[in-house]
């Protein structure tokens, strides 16, 4: 199982919970959420051979900032 972390701009719940429906969509398997509460707005995804790349284009796609934390 690997994690990856990513630094968002998501702000609202409503659309964190638009942000995990999409990716859920495209990656069924994986395990998402969100840290609104930490001030780099934490978006965490766990899962077996992780798309990194795909999961930022998605977030880019719907309007949002994302950015791997190392």
Do not use: W
Not at 11 to 35: C, G, R
Not at 54 to 68: A, F, K, P, Q, S
């Amino acid at each position: 199982m690997v994690v990856e972390i990513f630094k968002t701009n998501v702000q609202k719940e409503s659309d964190k919970d638009y942000v995990i429906a999409v990716i859920q969509t495209q990656f069924p398997d994986y395990k998402i959420n969100f840290d609104l509460e930490d001030c780099d707005k934490i978006l965490r995804v766990e899962g077996i051979d992780l798309e990194c790349d795909n999961i930022m284009d998605y977030v880019h796609c719907l309007g949002y900032t994302c950015v791997r934390l190392e």
